[in-house]
Nanobody, 123 residues
Framework: VLLVESGGGLVQPGGSLRLSCEESGPGIGTYPMGWFRQAPGKERDFVAVINSGNAGATFYADSVMGRFTISRDNAKNTVYLQMNGLKPEDTAVYYC????????????????WGQGTQVTVSS
């Protein structure tokens, strides 16, 4: 499985970005997909996860609830993270991940990872 993120960049506080994660390989669309982020000197933290299928259940970290939305389009083999109301503390490298074996909120449980995309929120 290959995951490729895109859509990161520099945005002012209060702005929006949409991240994309394109999947390729066997089993596309049949497993949950998650987004994590890692700021310098910090651990990789859970952001959001979506279950398989175009109407999969979603779960969010408390810190992004109501501001971020995860979605997937299996026809395009892509998972999205729409980020609104961005804050400086959202600055991090954002990673998509696939196929967790246990706890969907724990990075260690995911089998496959993308290379990451930088999001910087600054005025």
């Amino acid at each position: 499985v290959l995951l490729v993120e895109s859509g990161g960049g520099l945005v002012q506080p209060g702005g929006s970005l949409r991240l994309s994660c394109e999947e390729s390989g066997p089993g596309i669309g049949t497993y949950p997909m998650g987004w994590f982020r890692q700021a310098p000197g910090k651990e990789r933290d859970f952001v959001a996860v979506i279950n398989s299928g175009n109407a999969g259940a979603t779960f969010y970290a408390d810190s992004v609830m109501g501001r971020f939305t995860i979605s997937r389009d299996n026809a395009k083999n892509t998972v999205y993270l729409q980020m609104n109301g961005l804050k400086p503390e959202d600055t991090a490298v954002y990673y998509c991940a696939a196929d967790p074996e246990g706890n969907w909120r724990r990075a260690e449980d995911y089998k496959f990872w993308g290379q990451g995309t930088q999001v910087t929120v600054s005025s």
